[in-house]
């Protein structure tokens, strides 16, 4: 019978996880839709990516063109590589036409919207970035989170308190 490793077995990179997340994007803007798109990306990227070198914290997307493109994410310079590629380079996002067009009819129809990367994870040996329309908070509308969020975790310590 063969022993069994004490060591936890890693998840492969391509298999899937997040890479990055916009947790600020959550809390300065109430997200009305989210979309799946694909990132059109080069060798180095990718590599640097699937070794978790990417920040999206600043980044947004803008048609251009009648094209979806992502601008101001990092994505660190991967080291072994010998061409590298630009960290701060816009990337064009991949999605359906009809995706494409209920955006741009979105952000022309509502004025205060904007596109915001949310996630970016892979998935099949894919990087993909989940996109979300998004419209800015108010100061009190972030006030008003907070406090929710606030007398949500007591109301779940009361019940936990209550339960023991």
Do not use: C
């Not at 936890?8 to 300065?28: F, I, M």
């Not at 990516?49 to 493109?69: D, H, M, P, T």
């Not at 380079?89 to 741009?104: D, F, N």
Request: no cysteine; aromatic share 6%; hydrophobic share 35%.
């Amino acid at each position: 019978m063969a022993k069994r490793s004490s060591k936890k077995q890693q998840p492969d990179p391509r298999e899937g996880g997040t890479v990055a997340t916009n947790r600020r994007a959550r809390y300065d803007y109430s997200i009305e839709e989210t979309y799946e798109a694909g990132l059109v990306l080069t060798g180095s990227e990718i590599k640097s990516i699937r070794a978790g070198r990417a920040n999206i914290a600043e980044g947004f997307a803008r048609f251009q063109g009648g094209e979806l493109w992502l601008h101001n994410v990092h994505i660190a310079p991967y080291a072994p590589a010998g061409l590298n590629h630009e960290p701060m380079r816009t990337r064009k996002l991949l999605l359906h036409r009809g995706e494409l067009e209920r955006l741009e009819r979105a952000l022309r129809d509502q004025p205060g919207t904007t596109i915001v990367p949310l996630r970016l994870y892979l998935t099949r040996g894919l990087a993909k970035v989940e996109i979300g329309l998004a419209r800015g908070r108010r100061r009190y509308d972030k006030r008003q989170a907070i406090a929710k969020r606030e007398a949500e975790r007591t109301m779940q310590r009361a019940m936990r308190r209550d339960a023991r």
